[in-house]
């Protein structure tokens, strides 16, 4: 089970001003090396360690739009706990992972 985008609320952080639709498998740059969590009834955003403002931000699930990826109708049960890996930039096909 892979959270693929998440849409966020109009009120979001200040860092992401420019940013309202997060496209986990092909991401921007403004949001790599962020986390995504989902806890519940929140969804938190978790910058880099190097960012200027390091703390996580909370936005209330029910404001977000999350679109996911599974074929497992199972899946869909355990949707109140997930952890997406920092998101980084996407290897164009055929090219080898460092």
Do not use: H
């Not at 790599?32 to 969804?43: F, H, M």
């Not at 880099?48 to 996911?68: H, I, M, Q, Y």
Request: proline share 14%; hydrophobic share 35%; glycine share 6%.
């Amino acid at each position: 089970m892979k959270l693929i985008t998440l849409t966020l609320p109009v009120e979001k952080p200040p860092e992401l001003r420019l940013q309202r639709t997060i496209d986990l498998r092909n991401p921007v740059n403004d949001v790599l090396g962020w986390t995504i969590l989902v806890r519940g009834p929140a969804v938190i955003l978790i910058p880099p360690k190097d960012s200027p403002n390091p703390g996580g931000f909370e936005v209330a699930r029910s404001a977000c739009w999350l679109r996911w990826e599974s074929s497992s109708p199972g899946d869909y049960d355990k949707l109140t706990n997930y952890t997406s890996e920092p998101l980084t930039r996407a290897k164009p096909p055929g090219e080898a992972a460092p």
